[in-house]
């Protein structure tokens, strides 16, 4: 297959929820983290593509991946700041440049929603999506700053 033959992604819609479901879950189970299953996140995807502020794109046909973008107010800027949740690909479809595909496209989203930001966090161990990223421009510091930026969180339940 050509690259160009694969950079065919297109916008999930709630019916697609099932789809996005099935590969994000089993995105969560190839890295062993916990999931809630293609059941309980078909649900709340179904109502969170319909809305503003998730969009889901699907790469292949039949859908072999899927990356998720939030987009959010911020006071820093007029547009949205977008985040880049989820980025999988089948690991039997990878080196097809479905990732590409769909990193492009969601810059691309992110851009025509008025976003000035794409973030993304990666596992400081995880060296190869690092590379990935890194390879498309995106970095990990600040314009003149030499150290990276950190990400924290804290679970609230």
Same mark, same amino acid.
């Given at each position: 297959?050509e690259?160009?033959?694969v950079t065919a992604?297109?916008?999930?819609?709630?019916?697609?929820?099932?789809? #996005?479901?099935?590969l994000?879950?089993?995105?969560? %189970?190839?890295?062993?983290?916990?999931?809630? /299953?293609?059941?309980?996140?078909? *649900?709340?995807?179904?109502?969170l593509?319909?809305? $503003?502020?998730?969009?889901?794109?699907?790469? /292949?046909?039949?859908? #072999?991946?899927? *990356?998720?973008?939030?987009?959010?107010?911020?006071?820093?800027? $007029?547009?949205?700041?977008? *985040?880049? $949740?989820? +980025?999988?690909?089948?690991?039997?479809?990878?080196?097809?440049?479905?990732?590409?595909?769909? +990193?492009?496209?969601?810059?691309?989203?992110?851009?025509?929603?008025?976003?000035?930001?794409?973030?993304?966090?990666?596992? /400081?161990?995880?060296?190869?999506? %690092?590379?990935?990223?890194? *390879?498309?421009?995106?970095?990990n510091?600040?314009? /003149?700053?030499?150290?990276?930026?950190?990400y924290y969180? %804290?679970?609230?339940?």
């Amino acid at each position: 297959m050509e690259a160009d033959d694969v950079t065919a992604v297109r916008q999930a819609t709630s019916s697609d929820a099932a789809v #996005v479901a099935e590969l994000l879950d089993a995105f969560n %189970r190839e890295f062993d983290t916990p999931s809630p /299953g293609v059941e309980v996140l078909t *649900a709340r995807l179904r109502k969170l593509i319909a809305g $503003d502020h998730l969009v889901a794109l699907l790469a /292949g046909e039949p859908a #072999v991946g899927v *990356a998720v973008l939030s987009l959010r107010s911020n006071v820093w800027c $007029d547009g949205p700041v977008a *985040a880049l $949740d989820e +980025l999988y690909v089948r690991p039997d479809q990878r080196g097809q440049r479905f990732g590409h595909a769909m +990193l492009e496209a969601a810059c691309r989203l992110a851009r025509e929603r008025g976003a000035e930001t794409l973030e993304i966090n990666v596992d /400081g161990e995880d060296t190869d999506t %690092r590379r990935f990223y890194e *390879a498309h421009g995106f970095t990990n510091s600040e314009p /003149g700053a030499t150290e990276p930026m950190f990400y924290y969180y %804290r679970d609230l339940t």
